[in-house]
């Protein structure tokens, strides 16, 4: 996968195949530092148990909704859909 003709590390492309097989689509992205290589992905889907542990190599969950790569300090960001994070 590339971005601005900048290719996006294994890990996060990775991360994205997941997530996509999981009802997730990219709905924002844009590279937060050309040196590195550093891209920022926002991918909207409905809230999952599924993705609670995610084992990629060189990806760390940081909060419910954002995953960092060691290898690039690239971040994916999820929004979930209005209508899974409404109270019941």
Do not use: A
């Amino acid at each position: 996968m590339q971005i601005e003709n900048i290719k996006v590390c294994n890990p996060i492309t990775t991360l994205i195949q997941y997530l996509e097989n999981k009802g997730f689509r990219i709905v924002e992205f844009k590279i937060t530092d050309y040196h590195f290589h550093e891209v920022y992905i926002k991918m909207l889907g409905e809230r999952t148990d599924d993705i609670e542990t995610i084992n990629i190599n060189n990806i760390q969950r940081y909060s419910e909704r954002t995953f960092v790569c060691s290898c690039h300090w690239s971040t994916i960001e999820l929004v979930y859909d209005k209508d899974t994070c409404q109270s019941p």
